[in-house]
Nanobody, 123 residues
């Protein structure tokens, strides 16, 4: 059974940091591109960051470049999102996602999804 379980969300003040984790099971993690998306009420799910199967390439949406860092540990089957200098516009439910093969920032092609973790940034 495939599972992606996110953790690490919470309430933080503007300028603070959080580290999200996503633990994977039930599929060959090291073969999959992993990504973080986020969503706020009434809006489409937005690509935040992605990392290729062996961690050699990372991708970010412009609004988080220089503040967020995605990483993965294939031995632990876990992907991380370090979020620094958070601002209220980063408030959202953050989802972990996986797809076999190469990079994509398109939610519709992601194969597996977690249930999300809420990040709230207060001003």
């Amino acid at each position: 059974q495939v599972q992606l379980v996110e953790s690490g969300g919470g309430l933080v003040q503007a300028g603070g940091s959080l580290r999200l984790s996503c633990a994977a099971s039930g599929f060959t993690f090291s073969n999959f591109f992993m990504a973080w998306f986020r969503q706020t009420p009434g809006k489409e799910r937005e690509f935040v960051a992605g990392i290729n199967a062996y961690g050699g390439n990372a991708y970010y949406t412009d609004s988080v470049k220089g503040r967020f860092t995605i990483s993965r540990d294939n031995t632990k089957k876990t992907v991380y999102l370090q979020m620094n200098n958070l601002n209220p516009e980063d408030t959202a439910v953050y989802y972990c996602a996986a797809k076999w093969g190469a990079y994509s920032d398109y939610a519709a092609v992601m194969r597996f999804w977690g249930n999300g973790t809420l990040v709230t940034v207060s001003s």
